[in-house]
């Protein structure tokens, strides 16, 4: 039997043969490397001797490797309108000599223009901070409700902004001081249109800035 296949071997064309003895050899050297290489991998399968033969793919699949993507740190310009306004208001109520809404109309506008100048809203990849300064210093405890002036996105429950034309208050409710959820309100003495946008990114859409019905 052994004779018989020798000799058919022996008469079979030179081609043939090659092709056969190729084959054979990737043959070997992929089982080989399958077997007795720890290091093997669906993307390096084998390579012939001789370098006649390499196989880059086994399967054709790419592995896909996720890449987590921090989201830059927002930090929306401040804005003296409303402080302006309301200084104008007392100015011209405090001229007509109409002192009683004047004076707390003038009080309220020189508070918000100090807070303009160092109350900042940082809005990083997972939260929504108030900081202090242009060092950006920690503003401590809420003093109205306790805890960090610090929340995250993931506890907004919603939001909204009066009005997204002349922003005057932004509001918020969050679960993250409370589980039953907390309210807060700041009067926008930021750029509104980045607050607004930001807003809508970090914190998703809101009744005010959602698609208008027709």
Known sequence: MAT????????????????????SGLRTSLCGQVLFNPNFSERQIARSHGNRFVVNSLFGIGKKVKKNIVRETVIPEPDYRIPIVLLGIAGGL????????AVPAGLLGLLLLVQ?????????????????????DESGENAFVGGKNRWKYSTFVNWEFWWPNFPILVYFKETQTKP????????????GKQLYDV????????KTSGPKES
């Open 199 to 206: 807003m809508v990114e970090r914190a998703g859409p809101s």
């Open 180 to 191: 039953e959820g907390q309210i807060h309100f700041f009067p926008i003495i930021f750029n």
């Open 94 to 101: 405090a001229y007509t000599e109409n002192l009683v809404p």
């Open 4 to 23: 018989t296949l020798l000799s058919v071997h022996r008469f079979l064309p030179s081609q043939r043969r090659e092709k056969i003895g190729c084959l």
């Open 116 to 136: 303009a100048t160092r109350v900042r809203f940082v809005f990083d990849d997972e939260t929504l901070e108030v900081r202090i300064g242009d060092q950006l």
